[in-house]
């Protein structure tokens, strides 16, 4: 069955750095584009990034560009992302899901905790 799997997450001061892994099994990895999502305390789910299948291509959502780094190792079944300049603001729970985008996503992890707090 199709598993997902997202470690990395912690606690980081504003301006510190993360990275986020995310393990995949059960399916071919190569063949679909992977994005991350997140949710704040007390709100919905947010698109945060998305990247194809080849890693030819990669988009972010306007509040992370330039400071989130989405990519991939098909090789290894592994979706990553680098997070750098955190704010408090970039605090939740980070999901990867597979699919480009957050609407057309099938499967989710359990997701990782990610806090930003001095």
């Known amino acids: 069955q199709v598993q997902l799997v997202e470690s990395g997450g912690g606690l980081a001061q504003p301006g510190g750095s993360l990275r986020l892994s995310c393990a995949a099994s059960?399916?071919?990895?190569?063949?679909?584009?992977m994005n991350w999502a997140r949710q704040a305390p007390g709100k919905g789910l947010e698109w945060v990034s998305g990247?194809?299948?080849?890693?030819?291509?990669?988009y972010y959502a306007t509040s992370v560009k330039g400071r989130f780094t989405i990519s991939r190792d098909n090789a290894k079944n592994t979706l990553y992302l680098q997070m750098s300049s955190l704010k408090p603001e970039d605090t939740g729970l980070y999901y990867c899901?597979?699919?480009?985008?957050?609407?057309?996503?099938?499967?989710r992890g359990q997701g990782t905790q990610v806090t930003v707090s001095s």
């Open positions: 899901a597979r699919g480009f985008q957050l609407a057309t996503s099938d499967y």
């Open positions: 059960g399916f071919t990895f190569s063949n679909y584009g």
């Open positions: 990247i194809y299948s080849d890693s030819s291509d990669s």
